[in-house]
């Protein structure tokens, strides 16, 4: 999309990077995640989907992130968001949480959730578009407790988005393990932005690679009942896959190799399975 600032502006270009990031914002699954590595354009991914219903009056999208500072550290959510946000005539408050108010009425929220309880403060919220920014920072109830608040009055189909690097004990590694090759912890590049599906019951997930296979297993006849299955893909993304960055910050990809191999394998490499190994003192 492009806007023209004024008349002696050249117009403003906001568009996705060919490759991963245009993938992310093709994708049709209720539920994408982006990630796999630092510097891959994740944070930037999530800003432009949450411009794609921005003319509708009635539209909000909440991102999530940890913390408060996580949004407004330098060059985080909120900054990057600016660089986006005011060329399109959007304005925002900083509390109580840091929203962006755009000519038509839509909003985009910037909220966090820390402690477990906090997810209670979204009772009756109605998310269209719900996006976790980090979710490995969060716990598989409060993703699972927000999956409900994922609902819609406005015309618009709710949908997920959330972005990752990788943590191998945290509860997103099984639920995107499929995407992930078992014996190197990297992302399986063939099965990148496939389309899997789920349903979970009693607090397990149960997959399978199209909806009427779970329609039958689990006997669900009617279009209500069939909407519990819901669909899911991984979208791995590295600094490589960052042209812009690459090219504009070279020594950023020196800096992720001076870490440790642990860090180095999870950031750089965008590792699942790297763990770190105790050592014993003699």
Same mark, same amino acid.
């Given at each position: ?47 432009l989907e949450c411009l794609r ?28 968001? *600016? ?5 399109? =005539?959007?304005?925002? %408050? ?5 929203? #962006?108010?755009? !000519? ?56 997920? *988005? ?5 943590? =191998?004990?945290?509860? %997103? ?5 499929? #995407?992930?090759? !078992? ?42 009942e069939q909407e519990d299955v ?53």
């Amino acid at each position: 999309m492009s806007k023209k600032i004024n008349a002696t502006t050249k117009p403003v270009i906001i568009r996705p990077q060919p490759g991963k990031q245009e993938l992310f914002l093709r994708s049709s699954a209720d539920i994408c995640i982006y990630g796999g590595a630092a510097g891959g354009g994740k944070t930037y991914g999530i800003l432009l989907e949450c411009l794609r219903h921005i003319d509708n009056p009635r539209y909000e999208a909440v991102i999530f992130r940890q913390t408060r500072p996580q949004i407004v550290n330098a060059g985080g959510l909120l900054d990057t968001s *600016r660089e986006i946000y005011q060329n399109l =005539g959007a304005t925002y %408050v900083l509390t109580p949480n840091i929203q #962006w108010r755009f !000519p038509s009425g839509a909003k985009i929220t910037f909220a966090h959730m820390y402690y477990e309880k906090e997810k209670y403060n979204w009772q009756g919220a109605q998310i269209p578009l719900l996006i976790f920014d980090e979710l490995v920072h969060f716990t598989e109830s409060q993703f699972f407790y927000m999956f409900s608040r994922n609902r819609s009055t406005c015309g618009i189909k709710p949908y997920i *988005r959330a972005t990752c690097n990788p943590d =191998g004990e945290s509860w %997103v590694a099984r639920f995107i393990e499929w #995407w992930i090759d !078992p014996n190197t912890g990297y992302a399986d590049e063939s099965k990148c932005g496939k389309i899997r599906y789920f349903i979970r019951r009693d607090n397990l997930i149960h997959w399978a690679d199209s909806r009427e296979e779970l329609f039958e297993k689990f006997q669900l006849f009617s279009t209500e009942e069939q909407e519990d299955v819901k669909s899911v893909s991984f979208i791995s993304a590295k600094l490589t896959d960052n042209r812009i960055l690459m090219k504009l910050n070279p020594a950023y990809i020196g800096s992720l190799k001076a870490m440790s191999e642990f860090d180095r394998e999870q950031l750089l490499n965008g590792n699942w399975k790297i763990r770190v190994v105790a050592q014993n003192d003699f």
